[in-house]
């Protein structure tokens, strides 16, 4: 209990933890009759904004933010990786918020600091961290009553997983079949893997997402695999090329797929690839 709190803390003082100049704006500026003009830098920070009741605010995104559907408008201000300076400061932002830092939002954000324009990440590291941004969102962008029921009903659904009968089975995630790729040191997939009584068998490598030989998997023999991307084809596909390779989870039909999107982006909907996981876990017992 006192790591997820600590953790909680962490990520809340990540996003709060910015200069004092950083409190001019959004909340303050609706509060005075003027809406925030915020632009997310990855689908993330997009589906947590919107999340938050503040979607209407976002004035620029990256390409692929596309969900909610009506993110499909906005405009787009790169890629997520290579980011357009001038097209965001064109924009005349009062946010930005990103997911984890890169040499672009570092650039960015040498930009936009002598604006006073804050550049927060939302990088949850337990699933509790979800609803605690979307919280503190909300503050900061005068949308408190629509982000806190938010943050309610994930809390609720967070609270009522159900996880697969103990021992904890080991589950090995596939996120790239050629060449094949796997989440390692990723505290948040980690996380709701033990929520739902599962394991990563490399959860301890010094990265987020190692390339792993197929005899490395076949010795560790995972009881279940998940694979990514999404789509009864794929799972076809790879159920019976991993059953040629003689991975008893495949044989014996403890393989499933869930779609990426829910599983990689590591906003609001990673609380609905939780609960379909612990299903999926519950189902291989």
Not at 29 to 36: I, K, Y
Not at 134 to 154: F, K, M, V
Not at 160 to 181: H, M, W
Request: with cysteine.
């Amino acid at each position: 209990m006192k790591r997820a709190a600590d953790g909680l803390g962490a990520t809340r003082r990540r996003i709060l933890g910015l200069a004092a100049a950083a409190c001019l704006c959004a909340g303050a500026a609706r509060g005075a009759g003027v809406p925030p003009r915020i632009v997310t830098l990855a689908p993330s920070a997009t589906e947590l904004v919107y999340a938050a009741g503040a979607g209407d605010d976002i004035v620029g995104t990256v390409l692929r933010s596309d969900y909610p559907p009506a993110a499909l408008a906005i405009p787009r201000i790169g890629d997520g990786i290579q980011l357009s300076e001038e097209s965001i400061l064109a924009l005349h932002p009062t946010l930005v918020v990103g997911w984890q830092p890169s040499d672009g939002t570092r650039s960015l954000e040498q930009r936009l600091a002598p604006l006073g324009v804050p550049l927060i990440y939302a990088d949850p590291k337990s699933l509790e961290d979800i609803p605690a941004l979307i919280r503190d969102l909300g503050e900061r962008l005068g949308t408190r009553a629509a982000a806190g029921a938010a943050a309610r009903g994930l809390e609720r659904r967070i609270r009522a997983l159900r996880p697969a009968a103990p021992p904890p089975q080991t589950v090995f995630i596939e996120i790239s079949a050629d060449p094949l790729y796997t989440l390692g040191h990723d505290p948040l997939t980690n996380d709701l893997l033990a929520r739902c009584g599962g394991v990563n068998p490399y959860a301890d490598g010094a990265i987020a997402a190692p390339q792993v030989g197929v005899e490395s998997v076949l010795r560790l023999n995972p009881r279940v695999l998940i694979l990514s991307p999404f789509g009864h084809d794929t799972l076809a596909v790879r159920r019976a090329w991993w059953s040629r390779h003689g991975l008893a989870a495949a044989r014996a039909g403890r393989i499933y797929a869930i779609d990426p999107d829910l599983l990689h982006r590591p906003g609001p909907r990673l609380v609905d690839a939780a609960e379909a996981i612990c299903a999926d876990l519950r189902d291989s017992r």
